[in-house]
């Protein structure tokens, strides 16, 4: 843990009917910034006083909010927000304080948005290019497309007045990476999410080969002497909020599940069973090759499927292409993928830099038992899904919570680096 505060406050800006007002260190109570691998949106919360200016009060919603910080390496953190809520108004003794609520200006344009309209006309669209397509010239982001993986399988469509994020929601779990090979390892499933960074568009499977750029250890001191090494983050407390969730996966038929299809074409009928035993070992996982868990061994081809769905379509209409060849697949494989990648979900603490995003990849060590003995359960490479970093006044510290997801038990002895140069409580 660093000894040190890890917070400076470079600038905060609310721009108030045309004019600009500048908050101070000493009027910010407290700070919250979370992103999320679930959300195409960052927010963040602001508490302020503003006792002697009383500013706060002509605040009334989609003023923009400026907000600059550093660590204490000198790593910067800075965006541009709208206030779409002020909470908390407080008026006592003469001090007043507000809460607003923060989010990026493209939130409110995409609730505002209601869209009706031909996408990949004729031949179809490859899914990324649509995506793209629809936050620049649709949504008019100003924010950058950090990472677009291209897809594979092009795309034909009408939105029903859909908002911009509701078509991307949709696409993404139909979307296959065009690296991702054919057949079996053709997982469809992607992840759409805002992170500081910007936008980003993702195959779930490109986590697998992702190099992890932190080591988390929980229990980790720094050596008294010395540099200490910044690729290790000490971690205060760590909890595995979940680790399974089988009924999950019965509900949404992520073990067996049956696509019946009716086609008007030609009047066919055709039933695709899916199975997690024949499927599984070929979905890229975090944690490499590891050992199919026991309870999949129940989901043979002869069970009853937990979840089926029906189709009518019409393939003399469709765009011949792979959606069309393998539409039924790809279904029971992103429901599938989808819930392997969130299947493990652990929630750390620690106070240190910020220079961790949203979709990086981390290598956790942890412990158990009193001899400390390496925990290879939950140990592994996880995703980084959600960051919330906090400052209260109280504290000249940040204090950041991650919530980090795996789709597979960590190999200690391939994965860990714990013990080199590290003194363990």
């Not at 000894?3 to 470079?10: A, R, S």
């Not at 200490?228 to 038929?253: E, W």
């Not at 919570?401 to 080199?420: C, F, I, M």
Request: hydrophobic fraction near 35%.
């Amino acid at each position: 843990m660093i000894k040190t505060g890890n917070f400076k406050l470079v600038n905060i800006a609310i721009g108030i009917a045309g004019t600009d007002y500048g908050f101070n260190i000493n009027q910010l109570m407290s700070l919250k910034y979370t992103e999320s691998i679930k959300s195409a949106s960052v927010r963040m919360e602001l508490q302020l006083t503003d006792s002697r200016s009383g500013v706060l009060s002509a605040v009334q919603g989609m003023e923009p909010v400026y907000v600059e910080f550093q660590d204490h390496l000198e790593n910067s953190f800075s965006t541009t927000l709208v206030v779409y809520d002020v909470q908390d108004r407080v008026v006592i003794d003469g001090k007043s304080k507000a809460t607003l609520l923060c989010c990026s200006p493209d939130l409110v344009n995409n609730a505002a948005a209601k869209i009706s309209k031909i996408f990949g006309e004729g031949g179809g669209k490859a899914i990324d290019i649509i995506v793209s397509d629809i936050l620049e010239n649709i949504l008019g982001t100003e924010r950058t497309l950090v990472d677009f993986a291209a897809t594979k399988n092009k795309f034909s469509f009408v939105s029903c007045y859909w908002s911009p994020f509701t078509i991307i929601k949709w696409l993404a779990s139909k979307a296959i990476p065009a690296e991702g090979g054919s057949g079996a390892n053709a997982s469809a499933g992607y992840a759409f999410f805002e992170n500081a960074r910007g936008y980003n568009f993702l195959a779930y499977d490109s986590f697998a080969t992702k190099e992890y750029t932190k080591k988390m250890i929980v229990g980790y001191e720094e050596p008294e002497l010395g540099e200490p090494d910044y690729s290790i983050i000490p971690i205060i407390s760590m909890r595995v909020t979940s680790a399974a969730d089988v009924l999950r996966g019965l509900n949404y038929g992520s073990y067996s599940s049956k696509f019946m299809t009716f086609d008007v074409k030609d009047m066919s009928y055709t039933e695709h069973s899916f199975n997690i035993s024949k499927y599984y070992k070929d979905v890229p996982k975090m944690n490499g090759d590891v050992t199919l868990p026991t309870y999949f061994e129940k989901f043979e081809k002869k069970t009853a499927p937990t979840r089926i769905m029906s189709k009518i379509m019409d393939t003399a209409l469709f765009t011949e292409g792979t959606m069309t060849q393998d539409s039924t697949k790809q279904v029971a494989q992103s429901a599938l993928r989808e819930k392997l990648f969130y299947s493990k979900e652990v929630e750390v603490e620690y106070i240190g830099d910020i220079d961790l995003y949203v979709g990086d990849t981390v290598e956790l060590t942890t412990y158990k038992g009193k001899d400390r003995s390496l925990d290879g359960n939950n140990s592994g490479i996880y995703v980084i899904g959600q960051i919330e970093r906090e400052f209260i006044s109280n504290s000249d510290r940040m204090t950041t919570k991650a919530t980090l997801y795996t789709d597979s038990p960590g190999n200690v002895a391939e994965t860990s680096q714990t013990k080199t140069d590290s003194t363990l409580k």
